[in-house]
């Protein structure tokens, strides 16, 4: 079974300061990891994916397969990163995407 | 390019009613999924359709729900009666193939059982 757990529902932070998204799974194979993100009434977009090994909007994650973890940062936190971000999974062969419950961002001008 | 698009956006119906949601895939994409996400949670999938073929349904409630993408276009997803544990948003997402990675979702439709 896949699973995806995102342990903070809300992290506030002060523009400027670091943010941190967390995001553990629980996948015994060699998986695929996503974020997503939703600002304020808009839709669910791709953020960015492992594969990619891009930074998006100055956001990076980095797959630790020791740890299970697929962390989500970036250095210095803008008001419009303000959102709801999803940590996405989907297993080898499969295609279907398990999502976690989410953290909402919210940036402190 | 307007993107996934679905209809209505919200809805409000009584329990043990029927409810239909519609959604337009972006063009060329065979790959249509249909989520659900309640509140506080990720969203869950429901189906799975390439082109007209529903190919992973094994999460679909199938006593009250139903779901139809006639042509490999368009799809609608049905709830027949409601249950005040339905209410939630439903996602519509497409994708150009099953293995392309990224899929696009729609605004949703947010649905209140009373």
């Known amino acids: 079974a896949q699973r995806v757990t995102q342990p903070e529902k809300l992290l506030s932070v002060f523009k400027g300061a670091p943010v941190e998204l967390k995001c553990n799974y629980s996948?015994?194979?060699?998986?695929?990891l996503f974020w997503y993100v939703q600002y304020s009434r808009q839709r669910l977009q791709l953020l960015l994916r492992h594969i990619s090994r891009e930074s998006i909007k100055g956001f990076t994650a980095d797959l630790n397969k020791g740890e299970t973890s697929f962390h989500l940062k970036k250095p210095f936190a803008q008001e419009e990163d303000s959102a709801m971000y999803y940590c996405a999974l989907k297993g080898a062969g499969s295609y279907q995407l398990t999502f976690g419950k989410g953290t909402k961002l919210s940036v402190i001008p | 390019e307007a993107g996934v698009v679905q209809s209505p956006r919200y809805k409000i119906i009584e329990k043990k009613q029927p409810v239909a949601f519609w959604c337009n895939p972006i063009?060329?994409?065979?790959?249509l999924y249909w989520y659900r996400q309640n509140l506080g949670q990720g969203p869950e999938l429901l189906i799975r359709?390439?082109?007209?073929?529903?190919?992973?349904d094994s999460q679909l409630p199938k006593d009250r729900f139903s779901a139809e993408r006639l042509k490999g276009v368009d799809s609608t997803l049905k709830i027949q009666p409601a249950e005040l544990g339905d209410s939630a948003v439903y996602l519509c997402?497409?994708?150009?193939?099953?293995?392309?990675?990224?899929?696009?979702f729609g605004q949703g439709t947010r649905l209140t059982v009373v």
């Open positions: 997402a497409s994708s150009l193939g099953p293995s392309n990675t990224e899929a696009f």
């Open positions: 996948y015994s194979g060699s998986p695929e």
């Open positions: 063009s060329g994409h065979n790959t």
């Open positions: 359709y390439e082109n007209e073929e529903a190919v992973d």
